[in-house]
């Protein structure tokens, strides 16, 4: 029944209504697309300044963490998330290799002495990022001939990562809605253009089956080209053969 429907409908409609659904299809791939790539674009660059960030710090309280200097390592983190503002540090803890804490960027939530569950058995550094998530998580396991020496947990506020989603996303949507409002519109002019001609026709045959046949004007003859124009000359032609008759 809806399909009937739909095939009653006049091609002015239908026409437009395709270009839409296709418009929409070819947008919904691209934005696909385009989310994609941006999310691989701020996990790589979020990757390459976390390891950057890590590194640092690494290098920084090395002697430290063997010896277990808190005052030292607090100062070491205090200093890395000064530098690095722009990589947005939320949160840094060093612990010893039994999960311990060492030091922290916020000693009231994680005091020292404090027990976080280790992940030395894990890889030595890992990373853990979800697009349009407000957080992200890398872990970095100082190792030395041996034995493991320490952990650092990192914490990076990832909203301003996730706004810039939300932008690309608003932005696709209401170009693909713009594009596809246009090229519909576009396409039901041209349709309805292009229909013309055979409304002039349908209309005239209409009159030469409830009365006579009338002659498609002249003047709308020699405005009509193509298949069109001969067409409408066939016509009164006919028309006149008809009268002559």
Known sequence: MQMSLVRSWPITVKVPLAVASLMLLVGLVLSERVLS???????RHLIELSQSYLDGLSSAIAPSILREDNWEIFDAIARAQAVNKSLHPVETIVTNADGIVIAASDPKRHPVGSIIEPTHKAPSASFSFDAGADSANAVRVLSYPGRVAGIIYATF?????????????????????????????????????????????????????????????????????????????????????????
């Open 37 to 43: 790539r941006l999310t691989d674009t701020q996990q």
């Open 157 to 245: 506020d990832t909203r301003h990562l996730a706004a810039e989603r939300r932008d690309v996303v608003i932005a696709l949507a209401l170009t693909n809605g713009a594009l596809t409002f246009l090229l519909a519109a576009a396409g039901w002019f041209l349709v309805a253009r292009m229909m013309q001609p055979v409304r002039i026709l349908s209309d005239h045959l209409g009159v030469a089956r409830e009365t006579l046949a009338v002659r498609i004007p002249e003047e709308i003859v020699s405005k009509t080209k193509g298949e069109f124009g001969r067409l409408f000359r066939g016509y009164n032609a006919l028309v006149r053969s008809m009268k002559e008759r």
